[in-house]
């Protein structure tokens, strides 16, 4: 998910189940239209190098664009897992990696809709608001096949169900009324040059090229 705040990061840095993976490689963002980003994702099966370093590279990609969440459908792969770095609405940030999550969203009394910006890494340059519940809770597997669970509130709960809908091949356009989706449209047309098609690929190689000792990953 996008960071429609592009929040300054504090440094106390939650991580219930372990810091994210690093030194992966930054890879272009697929984009809404393209057809895995619009089914449900298959289920992590297998618990391997080859998730590990397909979750390390999402991580370096989701950093790349600035964004608070990324979905592995969003570097082009069929499988439901996704990262996040992301903060609450107290600012502080939890970081963690979920596959196969399932989410429970508050019912009855407890369900409040919160009405902020939203906006996806997939259809970058743009943010219109999306009500949502303003509390989530995700539960699924880590990196080693472990149980975890993340909750949270403002702009975390806001993420949690942001990249579960992807697993679900839903993405938060789905979600707005025709008048909204439009207004995203225009947004995203309008800034379409500052987002060429292997973005933040190149732009990350750019940087590299800049300081080649500067993490891409600035947690890790
Ligand atoms: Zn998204």
Same mark, same amino acid.
Not at 23 to 39: S, Y
């Given at each position: 998910?996008?960071?429609?705040?592009?929040?300054?990061?504090?440094?106390?840095?939650?991580?219930?189940?372990?810091?994210?993976?690093?030194?992966?490689?930054?890879?272009?963002?697929?984009?809404?239209?393209?057809?895995?980003?619009?089914?449900?994702?298959?289920?992590?099966?297998?618990?391997?190098?080859?998730?590990?370093?397909? =979750?390390?590279?999402?991580?370096?990609?989701?950093?790349?664009? /600035? +964004?608070? !969440? &990324?979905?592995?459908?969003? *570097?082009?792969?069929?499988?439901?897992?996704?990262?996040?770095?992301?903060?609450?609405?107290?600012?502080?940030?939890?970081?963690?990696?979920?596959?196969?999550?399932?989410?429970?969203?508050?019912?009855?009394?407890?369900?409040?809709?919160?009405?902020?910006?939203?906006?996806?890494?997939?259809?970058?340059?743009?943010? =219109?608001?999306?009500?949502?519940?303003?509390?989530?809770?995700? /539960? +699924?597997? !880590? &990196?080693?096949?472990?149980? *975890?669970?993340?909750?949270?509130?403002?702009?975390?709960?806001?993420?949690?169900?942001?990249?579960?809908?992807?697993?679900?091949?839903?993405?938060?356009?789905?979600?707005?009324?025709?008048?909204?989706?439009?207004?995203?449209?225009?947004?995203?047309?309008?800034?379409?040059?500052?987002?060429?098609?292997?973005?933040?690929?190149?732009?990350?190689?750019?940087?590299?090229?800049?300081?080649?000792?500067?993490?891409?990953?600035?947690?890790?």
């Amino acid at each position: 998910m996008a960071d429609p705040a592009e929040t300054a990061a504090p440094d106390d840095v939650l991580a219930p189940h372990g810091p994210l993976p690093a030194g992966g490689r930054v890879r272009p963002i697929t984009r809404w239209g393209t057809p895995v980003m619009h089914r449900a994702q298959q289920r992590v099966a297998t618990y391997d190098e080859g998730l590990r370093s397909l =979750v390390a590279d999402m991580v370096a990609t989701m950093y790349a664009a /600035d +964004g608070v !969440g &990324l979905a592995a459908c969003q *570097v082009g792969v069929d499988l439901a897992v996704f990262v996040f770095d992301c903060p609450d609405a107290s600012g502080r940030r939890t970081v963690g990696v979920v596959c196969n999550p399932v989410l429970t969203l508050p019912e009855g009394r407890d369900r409040r809709l919160d009405a902020d910006d939203e906006g996806c890494l997939s259809f970058p340059g743009a943010f =219109v608001e999306c009500a949502r519940p303003d509390h989530a809770r995700v /539960d +699924g597997t !880590g &990196l080693d096949g472990e149980p *975890v669970s993340f909750e949270g509130d403002g702009l975390l709960a806001r993420c949690l169900q942001h990249e579960t809908d992807h697993t679900l091949g839903t993405v938060f356009g789905d979600r707005l009324p025709t008048k909204l989706r439009k207004k995203l449209g225009k947004q995203h047309e309008k800034a379409a040059e500052d987002y060429p098609a292997d973005w933040p690929a190149g732009v990350a190689e750019g940087a590299q090229a800049v300081g080649a000792d500067q993490p891409v990953n600035p947690t890790a």
